[in-house]
C-alpha cells in the first residue's frame, strides 16, 4: 500500500543548531501537509504545500515540496527549545479524502 | 469556543469488553477521522467518515467499528477481536475537499489490563 517514510526518526541538538526532517512516497502526492505534536499533545496543522517544486517560510522554519510530489523536508534554522515536539508529514492522495502520515521526527532540543 | 473534544482522557479497560471513545466536533466539519498512534509508528487511519450515515475503512480498521449518525458525532468502538488495543487514539475532523487541514482532538489514551 501507500507508505510515507520519515527520516529520522530522533534528532538531538544543541539550541543555535539548524535542524531537517525528510519525507518520501510511494506514490505521487496531490499535496502534503506539516504537523507539530509536542510532548502530551495532539497534532496541530503547521502548513500546506500543493505545487511541484513549492517552498514555503514560516519564521525559522522552510518547507520544500519536491518537482516530482514525492518528497518534502521540513527545516529549521537556530533551533530553540520551543522547538521541541515531534513533526510529521503527512501526504495527500487525490480523491480519497486521507492523509498518510509519516511516522514523524522527535525533535529534542538541549539548551 | 469551536473545537473538538474527546473523552475521556484516559480510559482502562479489562481484557475482553467492548469500549466507546467520544468524539464530538463543533466545527461544522464534514469529515471525520479516527487515527491510532504508537511510540515510533505515527498516526495510522483506523476509519473515515466523508459525510453523515456513510464511513469507509482505513489502514488498520480490524477489531474496530464506528458510526456517523449525526455530523457532529464520530463515536469508535473498540472490540474485544482487537488484538493489541492499548493505545493513544486521535480524532479529527476538516472541511469538505481534499486540500483542507485536520483538525485533532487531545486524545484518548485506552489501557486494557
Known amino acids: 500500500g501507500q507508505q510515507v517514510m520519515q527520516i529520522p526518526q530522533y534528532q538531538h541538538v544543541q539550541e543555535g543548531e539548524d535542524f531537517t526532517t525528510y519525507c518520501n512516497s510511494s506514490t505521487t502526492l496531490s499535496n502534503i501537509q506539516w504537523y507539530k505534536q509536542r510532548p502530551g499533545g495532539h497534532p496541530v496543522f503547521l502548513i500546506q504545500l500543493v505545487k511541484s517544486g513549492e517552498v514555503k517560510k514560516q519564521k525559522r522554519l522552510t518547507f520544500q515540496f519536491g518537482e516530482a510530489k514525492k518528497n518534502s523536508s521540513l527545516h529549521i534554522t537556530a533551533t530553540q527549545t520551543t522547538d521541541v515536539g515531534t513533526y510529521f508529514c503527512a501526504g495527500g492522495l487525490s480523491n480519497t479524502g486521507k492523509l498518510i502520515f509519516g511516522q514523524g521526527t522527535t525533535l529534542q532540543v538541549k539548551p | 469556543d469551536g473545537g473538538i473534544t474527546q473523552s475521556p482522557k484516559y480510559l482502562f479497560r479489562k481484557e475482553g469488553q467492548n469500549v466507546t471513545l467520544s468524539c464530538e466536533q463543533n466545527l461544522n466539519h464534514d469529515a471525520m477521522y479516527w487515527y491510532r498512534q504508537d511510540p515510533g509508528q505515527g498516526l495510522r487511519l483506523i476509519y473515515y467518515?466523508?459525510?453523515?450515515?456513510?464511513?469507509q475503512k482505513g489502514d488498520i480498521a480490524e477489531g474496530y467499528s464506528v458510526s456517523r449518525e449525526k455530523k457532529e458525532s464520530f463515536p469508535l468502538t473498540v472490540t474485544s477481536a482487537q488484538k493489541n488495543p492499548t493505545a493513544f487514539y486521535l480524532c479529527a475532523s476538516k472541511l469538505a475537499g481534499g486540500y483542507n487541514e485536520q483538525f485533532f482532538g487531545p486524545g484518548t489514551r485506552l489501557t486494557v489490563l
Open positions: 467518515s466523508q459525510i453523515v450515515n456513510d464511513f
